[in-house]
């Protein structure tokens, strides 16, 4: 017989949140992102492609794009929608929004989604979302199919290929029906960074996916890289990522040059 589990005492749960987001050469030395990896990701960020960072709770998820806003150029503005404020970027031109809950009467609410739909009027260089996890992502997946590039998030998944079924299940309980949301999500993602906690506590990028939209309409992941521990491994995925970051800069631009690093030392 088991023993009886105390029921009738007070459990506090605080989330503390860093005060200073992390750099993405501190990320590399704690091991979350592979030697040579960070040349990927600025390439992503240089492209302007949208991405979302899945992974089980307490993966790093907010901690990698917290790192990864930082590296936004100056002159962009990001606009942060979040349920409760726990991104942290280091950057000059950040507008932060945030969640709250109706009062005693039930007035003052405001949700995600609000959040969400109002960002779209301050002319966001860059969309965020802190967490999708709701009737946002049909907002979000909206705005990023109307020229809102670059535009990021997080989302809870086991794995990078359960990431389009993770948004099905969003998009279909707010109102949006299946081949409707693959298309959505077709045109507006390319790229899934997917973190896992392994079980000695380290938080590392295990694999990165590039979408893919096959004949019967629906969207899939392809893995692209995933982790080692000299450097990001190449899997099947891996020139159509080359190919993604490569024309979204500019010719010889950061973007450009950062994949020429990442191909001339092999990693990525």
């Known amino acids: ?39 990927v990701l600025r390439a992503l960020l240089d492209a302007r492609l949208s991405f979302l960072v899945s992974g089980g709770t307490g993966s790093g998820k907010t901690t990698l794009l917290s790192a990864l806003l930082g590296l936004v150029g100056p002159d962009e503005r990001i606009v942060l929608a979040e349920d ?60 990023l199919n109307t020229g809102h590039e670059g535009g990021c998030g997080t989302v809870h998944a086991n794995a990078a290929a359960d990431v389009p079924a993770r948004l099905e299940a969003l998009g279909t309980a707010a109102g949006l029906d299946r081949a409707a949301l693959h298309s959505q999500v077709a045109a507006a993602l390319s790229v899934v960074l997917h973190l896992v906690r392994d079980r000695t506590g380290r938080r590392r990028i295990a694999e990165v996916h590039v979408l893919e939209r096959e004949s019967s309409g629906l969207v899939r992941t392809v893995p692209a890289l995933r982790w080692g521990t000299e450097a990001f491994v190449r899997e099947r995925g891996w020139e159509r990522l080359r190919g993604l970051l490569r024309s979204g800069g500019s010719e010889g631009g950061p973007g450009a040059a950062a994949m020429k690093g990442a191909s001339d030392d092999g990693s990525g």
């Open 1 to 39: 017989m088991l023993p009886p589990v105390a029921v009738g005492c007070a459990c506090l749960s605080l989330r503390v949140v860093r005060p200073r987001a992390f750099t993405l050469g501190e990320l590399v030395a704690a091991g979350t992102v592979p030697p040579g990896g960070e040349r």
């Open 84 to 143: 409760s404020a726990e991104l942290r970027p280091d950057h000059p031109h950040v507008v932060r929004l945030e969640t709250r809950p109706a009062n005693q009467e039930g007035a003052g609410l405001v949700t995600l989604e609000d959040l969400v739909r109002q960002a779209l009027r301050m002319r966001p260089d860059r969309l965020v979302v802190g967490e999708v996890r709701g009737p946002e992502v049909v907002h979000l997946l909206a705005a």
